[in-house]
């Protein structure tokens, strides 16, 4: 009697039946015909420039009003008003300021790009930490002083 795991009946399968959905070359799946591949995504520091200006446009004239009016609505404790304004400045930055100024300054996203630099700290601005161990541990680290001052100053203050 043969036994059979459930990798081999699969890999069985999968040579007796020709794949549908993919493309002969596979290399045009998501194109038409006619079409050209789109640009490489903008580079990192565009990306962060755009963000910082919008979130400065969103988060400035909401945290001058919208605490006041939360506390005249009886929401007095901060914190029962630090959710409420970070959800308001979430969805205002994210469906009005960002696409905004993606309109206004697009040209300047869609730019081509210079050729590919290996040279720091142009790779980094360009393509950002990327995924390798010492990327993540850089991450790690920026996430770290980040956030244990800010810890330290709530309980030396608390």
């Known amino acids: 009697m043969r036994t059979c795991t459930l990798a081999v009946c699969l890999l069985s399968l999968s040579r007796r039946l020709k794949p549908v959905w993919c493309p002969p070359h596979r290399s045009d799946a998501l194109y038409p015909a ?3 591949a789109p640009l490489r995504p903008p580079p990192k ?3 962060c420039a755009i963000t910082i200006a919008s979130l400065f446009l969103v988060v400035y004239p909401v945290s001058l009003h919208v605490p006041d009016l939360l506390s005249k609505c009886g929401i007095k404790n901060t914190y029962g008003q630090i959710p409420i304004t970070s959800a308001i400045n979430v969805f205002l ?3 009005t300021m960002n696409p905004l100024l993606m309109t206004v300054v697009g040209h300047w996203l869609a730019q081509p790009r ?3 630099t290996d040279a720091q ?4 601005l360009d393509q950002g930490f990327g995924t390798s161990h010492c990327a993540l541990a ?4 920026l996430v770290f002083a980040y956030f244990v001052p800010l ?3 709530w309980a030396v203050n608390r």
Do not use: I
């Open 45 to 47: 520091w565009k990306v």
């Open 114 to 116: 210079p050729p590919f």
């Open 121 to 124: 700290p142009w790779k980094l």
């Open 138 to 141: 850089l991450r790690f680290l």
């Open 34 to 36: 006619n079409s050209e």
């Open 151 to 153: 810890l330290a100053s």
């Open 93 to 95: 930055n994210t469906y």
